[in-house]
Nanobody, 123 residues
């Protein structure tokens, strides 16, 4: 298992930006796809973005495409999610996750999860 710790969440106004970070430790995560998922109150957890272990290609949900950017540095065991042009509907707990495979976006394939970081978009 890989241990994952997210940081960087907070309160931001609509149109603002945040950068989430995810630090990985334990079993190496470098040959695993990594992803970000989110869960809003009363809703199921949903896919946001994913990146293969070689950092390309990347995948995004339609709701965040063009606004969010996922990136990783395997040497630093760190994953990021740059979120721009934030909207109130982006409000959720954001989770970092590591897949058991080098690529893919299917949530069941992600076996290690962080505790989540709250992102609130509100004026």
């Amino acid at each position: 298992q890989v241990q994952l710790v997210e940081s960087g969440g907070g309160l931001v106004q609509p149109g603002g930006s945040l950068r989430l970070s995810c630090a990985a430790s334990g079993r190496p995560s470098s040959r695993r796809a990594m992803g970000w998922f989110r869960q809003a109150p009363g809703k199921e957890r949903e896919f946001v973005a994913a990146i293969t272990w070689i950092a390309s290609p990347t995948y995004y949900s339609d709701s965040v495409k063009g606004r969010f950017t996922i990136s990783r540095d395997n040497a630093k065991n760190t994953l990021w999610l740059q979120m721009n042009s934030l909207k109130p509907e982006d409000t959720a707990v954001y989770y970092c996750a590591a897949s058991r495979f080098p690529s893919g976006i299917n949530q069941p394939d992600f076996e290690s999860w962080g505790q989540g970081t709250q992102v609130t978009v509100s004026s």
